[in-house]
């Protein structure tokens, strides 16, 4: 092992001294210019970390919320499958875009499954009246994906997935799934992870604005941020509402999702988001009951995002303000069936 150790080190000198032998000492040169390039990341790091500090404190309005659950909602729905309608009844694209310019109402021809998303838009709409922000324009829609789960996203989107209503045996069920999710919105929790990603590329970005300003040798893993340098700095507009200019919202957006994979929210969002669901339940007559009876049905089953408490917690603290502090609210019995509406998503013999 000496003997190994030595022969490297042997070598590692004769290869430096070779090497100053024969470019005249460009060894210091190097690490001279290493340290330097290295105090100017810093630099730059500092600079970015400085001026974008705002957008961690900083109120959204409400075009920038609105256009972020937007452009979020295409993410999830393209990465976790197709939505769960029809065409339009409007086919040629060219009118299609006409009527859309003009603020024309889009219609759907008459089917089950938008007979289905109508449905869904109707339970959930009834349960937004008893939430904090009822006149948000609420969507409600299902994608085709057989794994149960459901998301939410800025602005008032709700989506559930036809694997989790696959699971749903009564409306009392899907109002606390669709409850649980318009907390989330009203509550803001989303639009935490938003910033922290917009905080995140707006540092890499004005971090590699400022040192290819100052040095050519920009590290590789800056270089997609530079192009968004102009647009985080002075004078620059953020909007994601405005025409897409060279894949900025995808620069936002993918690490809005890639966030919301790897952490999901947190805990305490979770908890929050049931309770204000259990308050829209019990508020709107159904049986309060049923949405931890769906809970426990799921087990411990993790949707996309895989960050959530643990279910018996769920439940646990449901049950105590369903018995506690709600228990006067909690006398709906309501559970209709929805076998009728959801007979489109078992496959036909």
């Known amino acids: 092992m000496k003997f190994t150790k030595l022969m490297v080190l042997a070598g590692l000198v004769s290869v430096s001294s070779g090497c100053a032998i024969f470019k005249g000492g460009s060894l210091k040169g190097m690490a001279e210019a290493a340290a330097k390039e290295a105090a100017l990341m810093k630099e730059s790091g500092e600079y970015g970390s400085k001026e ?4 961690k404190t900083r109120e959204l309005a409400w075009q920038e919320e609105r256009a972020v659950g937007s452009a979020t909602v295409v993410g999830l729905a393209m990465s976790g499958g197709h939505v769960f309608i029809e065409g339009m009844t409007e086919k040629d694209p060219e009118t299609l875009n006409k009527n859309l310019a003009a603020g024309s109402k889009v219609s759907l021809p008459d089917n089950e499954k938008n007979d289905l998303t109508a449905y869904l ?110 647009k985080f700095g002075p004078g620059g507009t953020v909007d994601l509402d405005a025409p897409d200019e060279g894949g900025f919202v995808p620069f936002v957006i993918d690490k809005v999702l890639e966030l919301a994979r790897l952490f999901g ?21 159904y049986d309060t009951l049923e949405y931890e009876n769906f809970l426990t049905s799921l087990g411990n089953q993790g949707g996309v995002f895989t960050n959530h408490p643990t279910t018996a917690d769920r439940v646990t603290k449901l049950k105590e303000l369903r018995e506690g502090d709600m228990a006067p609210f909690c006398a709906g019995t309501a559970k209709p069936d929805v076998s009728k509406h959801f007979s489109v998503l078992k496959p036909k013999s």
């Not at 305490?268 to 829209?280: N, P, R, T, Y």
């Open 52 to 55: 974008c500090e705002p957008i």
């Open 121 to 230: 838009a109707v339970v959930g709409r009834n349960l937004t009246k008893y939430s904090d922000r009822p006149d948000l324009p609420w969507t409600f829609g299902v994608i085709e994906n057989e794994t149960p789960n459901a998301f939410s996203a800025p602005g008032g989107y709700v989506f559930v997935t036809t694997g989790l209503l696959n699971k749903v045996t009564n409306e009392a069920q899907l109002a606390g799934v669709l409850a649980h999710e318009v907390a989330h919105v009203t509550h803001r929790h989303q639009l935490k992870t938003y910033k922290t990603a917009k905080h995140t590329q707006c540092v890499a970005a004005l971090t590699a604005g400022y040192y290819a300003e100052r040095s050519p040798n920009l590290p590789e893993p800056l270089k997609p941020a530079l192009q968004f340098s102009k």
């Open 265 to 285: 929210l947190e805990h305490k969002d979770e908890f929050e988001a049931d309770a204000s669901a259990l308050q829209m339940v019990a508020f709107a007559g």
